[in-house]
């Protein structure tokens, strides 16, 4: 269910401003402006935007009556025929409200899976946001809505929404939409298996993982390419990254790291495509140190980082070495206090790799000792503590190809051959 649009619609955007929830989450003028953000990376032109102060959204409409009118007068100002909603809708409130305007209704979740689906390039990628959207499609299936589990490669504008043939064939597509989730589940479930196998020989070859992590379009990217000529795709705009980057990094104090490339997070991402995404985003719980990358540029800057401080302990990686660095100081109007950098320019880099030096957990070495005959507490020692690889008897002694922390690397420096 790849989704794009080619013609640039004419959209309204709209939200409940409550006061009750928290900022982030909070429809604001803030979010409306990445809502637009959105929309005009999804391809819309935006024309307009309304907010509506209550305490809570209104059940079936979303919006009071008084002010479906009002966005119904301004969508007719502006010919519009789309409005965006700033928050996640009910299948139930995007019906009556496309009855009431009589124009098509998406919201900030299907919109972000259709920008999702025009940057997916590889065939995880675009299994991945097919089945984010054919979850959030599932409960919200009705006549409005049928058919959207035969779209695939094309048409239906922004947030895929096509009108179906009819009831009477809900039940069909239902059956189908849960058979495709479960077939992509599996196929996903081996990615996911895979993943975790190559991640964990590297950790047993005790390489150090670096996962690029932050809010989308602060410029992981461009850094990723600016420390290892990775070539990776950096446009401005919101998730221009999908899939991730491994790319090998060499380090200040001569050792290498694998640098990893990771999707930007975003506020309110949609928890269906948090689940479809999770062993693209696992990359970060699994790497040694997160390089946290924040647009000082932004004036949303510390909100944002919360953003992402927030996504990562759901991922169960707020644990991890994080080292966070501002990033675009060549644009920001004022330079925050700690590392800043310019990935353009390569501005303050050089500090940063220092840094995340002093950051990264105690490295492990693989080498190859000969352990005498007579030293077998040494050997045994180290079947303990350490990783062996390969063991052999020569007439010297037991020749082992291991992986050492440092305390164990000082007792067998004078055994390495």
Do not use: W
Not at 36 to 46: D, I, K, M, Y
Not at 80 to 105: F, H, S
Not at 253 to 277: M, N
């Amino acid at each position: 269910m790849h989704l794009t649009t080619n013609d640039s619609e004419k959209a309204v955007l709209f939200g409940v401003h409550t006061g009750s929830r928290d900022y982030i989450n909070d429809c604001t003028p803030e979010s409306i402006e990445e809502l637009a953000r959105l929309a005009e990376t999804a391809g819309a032109q935006v024309m307009g935007s309304l907010i509506q102060n209550r305490p809570v959204p209104e059940g079936s409409t979303y919006l009071g009556e008084g002010k479906l009118k009002e966005l119904s007068r301004l969508c007719d100002a502006n010919d519009a025929g789309l409005v965006i909603c700033d928050d996640e809708l009910t299948g139930t409130q995007v019906k009556n409200i496309e009855n009431a305007l009589n124009l098509r209704v998406i919201d900030r979740s299907s919109l972000i899976m259709d920008i999702f689906a025009q940057s997916a390039k590889t065939k995880e990628g675009k299994l991945q946001v097919e089945l984010a959207q054919l979850k959030y499609f599932l409960p919200r299936l009705t006549g409005s809505f049928t058919g959207m589990s035969r779209q695939a490669g094309g048409g239906g504008g922004i947030g895929g929404a096509r009108r179906g043939p009819g009831e009477k064939k809900l039940e069909t597509d239902r059956r189908h939409i849960r058979n495709r989730i479960m077939t992509i589940t599996k196929q996903l479930s081996q990615v996911h298996h895979s993943r975790n196998t190559q991640r964990k020989l590297r950790v047993k070859q005790g390489i150090t993982q670096v996962a690029i992590v932050g809010y989308t379009n602060a410029g992981k990217s461009t850094l990723m390419n600016y420390l290892t000529n990775a070539g990776v795709l950096t446009e401005d705009k919101l998730f221009a990254t999908l899939d991730p980057t491994y790319k090998k990094l060499s380090l200040p104090d001569g050792s290498d790291a694998l640098i990893i490339d990771t999707v930007g997070f975003i506020r309110k991402l949609p928890h269906h495509l948090i689940e479809a995404f999770k062993s693209t985003l696992e990359e970060a719980s699994g790497a040694d140190v997160l390089l946290h990358v924040a647009d000082a540029s932004s004036p949303y800057l510390y909100d944002n980082i919360k953003v992402v401080e927030d996504l990562l302990r759901q991922l169960g990686a707020s644990d991890k070495p994080i080292l966070t660095v501002f990033n675009k100081i060549d644009l920001a109007d004022k330079r925050p206090a700690g590392i800043a950098i310019s990935a353009k320019t390569g501005e303050g880099t050089a500090e940063m790799l220092d840094a995340l030096c002093r950051v990264l957990p105690e490295k492990r070495r693989r080498v190859t000792v000969l352990i005498p005959y007579d030293k077998g507490d040494i050997v045994d020692m180290l079947y303990k503590n350490a990783k062996p690889y390969k063991e052999s008897h020569t007439d010297k002694g037991v020749l082992l190809d291991i992986s050492v922390d440092g305390r164990l690397f000082s007792i067998v420096s004078d055994f390495i051959v």
